[in-house]
């Protein structure tokens, strides 16, 4: 039973009203196993339009996912299985729960594994690398990401937007985008993200579209690319009002602030911030939760707010150690360091970027080792350690061979040229 992913708002209430009615009347079936699958139908097709409408994370959603996981469980081989147990990793994603999300994708791989089926395992691989992408192990990350990608075809797969309300295709090659440029290779990755854009496209689904549009825009907070950023936020944020589907508008809204502030409106940026992490956590979502105060404390900074800069660089590192969302420790710590060096505290500013850099090459992370090795580097050559910062910083800036148009990679030259 295809699931209904409503193009209108209107259209998406109507269907959960709909599929609601439908729990109610299918309870006074006499029959137990009758009843059961039927139940598992409706349960099936509510829980992702209570996704469009609530988010990922709503309570609604996981309860309605439990459920059909339960009636699964009692009928047994039922092919509903797997898209709830998709369902359930994703609700576990989105509100911060990664080890029970890691687990939960493991499970996927290995039914798909014993099935032999590549479809499957393209849903489970690519769990997997979204989920160790987020935790920090970003080459086991890629490697789930490319034996995904390796079983996606776009004539086969489409038909997955009817039953998980997204294109497998898509989202992984949005999270290679981000695997690659933090593994430090930014030309694979942007090939990847104007891949999954245009893909996207080509499948005509808004809300698939809406997604690939989503991620771009994160993909471009990484490449600190402001302008590209505002562009596709500002179409993220039009079409997920449209739908009415919160995620993606507290996504795009929290980083198009970022993009403002960064362009000089920095008190309409930060609100901006504010507002869109007031939605997506008003959804349930908690994950990149670091990531978003990050961009907060940075877009603070810009706008001279130094105390409050730090009190968010220190809320994202608390959140990182507290949920093991490791990809954004590097950047956490960064905003801690900056935020004490615009209050005058260089030595402790100082361990804030050592950090960083430690956290960047435990994770092989390239593209966040140059970036604290920059704010490194920096305040070295500020201390008149001018050969220590050139040793920071000019191994770092060696090693890529691509990207070199872009802002980190730029600034990393100018430095250096500075320092020699």
């Known amino acids: 039973m295809p699931r209904p992913i409503a193009l209108q708002r209107s259209a998406l209430i109507e269907a959960i009203s709909h599929l609601t009615r439908g729990l109610e009347l299918v309870q006074g079936i006499p029959d137990e196993s009758n009843r059961a699958e039927l139940e598992l139908e409706l349960q099936a097709s509510l829980a992702p339009a209570l996704t469009a409408a609530r988010g990922y994370a709503a309570a609604e959603v996981e309860q309605t996912y439990a459920r059909a996981r339960t009636l699964c469980d009692q009928l047994s081989n039922s092919p509903q299985l797997f898209p709830v147990l998709y369902g359930l990793f994703i609700f576990h994603w989105c509100r911060g729960h990664l080890q029970t999300a890691q687990d939960g994708a493991s499970e996927m791989l290995d039914i798909a594994l014993r099935a032999g ?7 489970g691989h690519g769990a997997l690398g979204e989920i160790t992408w987020h935790i920090g192990d970003n080459k086991t990350a890629l490697d789930h990401l490319n034996e995904a990608y390796s079983r996606y075809d776009e004539n086969v797969h489409a038909l997955h937007a009817s039953v998980y309300g997204l294109d497998f295709g898509v989202m992984v090659l949005s999270y290679l985008d981000s695997a690659q440029l933090v593994l430090g290779y930014p030309d694979r990755s942007l090939q990847a993200g104007n891949q999954a854009v245009a893909l996207a496209r080509r499948l005509k689904h808004p809300v698939i ?38 995620h993606w508008i507290g996504m795009a809204t929290a980083y198009r602030g970022w993009a403002l502030a960064q362009l000089g409106a920095a008190e309409d940026g930060i609100n901006q911030v504010r507002q869109g992490i007031s939605t997506w956590r008003a959804t349930g979502a908690d994950v990149a939760l670091g990531c978003y105060l990050a961009a907060l404390s940075e877009s603070q900074l810009v706008g001279h707010h130094a ?17 093991g969302e490791g990809q954004w420790k590097t950047l956490a710590h960064c905003c801690r360091g900056d935020a004490l060096l615009a209050l005058n505290a260089s030595d402790q500013a100082r361990s804030e970027y050592e950090l960083a850099l430690s ?26 350690k001018r050969e220590d910062a050139r040793k920071i910083l000019e191994p770092i800036y060696s090693w890529f061979g691509s990207g070199f148009e872009l802002r980190d990679l730029k600034e990393a030259k100018a430095l250096l040229d500075e320092l020699r």
């Open 117 to 123: 089926d590549p479809a499957l395992q393209l849903i």
């Open 209 to 246: 579209l809406c997604s690939a549009l989503g991620f771009g825009v994160t993909n471009m907070l990484y490449r600190r690319d402001p302008s590209v950023l505002l562009k596709l936020a500002d179409e993220c944020v039009a079409m997920a009002g449209e739908l009415g589907f919160p």
């Open 307 to 323: 105390e409050a800069a730090l009190s968010s660089a220190d809320e994202a590192i608390a959140w990182v150690e507290r949920n």
């Open 359 to 384: 956290a960047a090459r435990q994770q092989g992370a390239k593209w966040w080792e140059l970036r604290a090795a920059i704010h490194l580097a920096r305040l070295r050559q500020c201390e008149g």
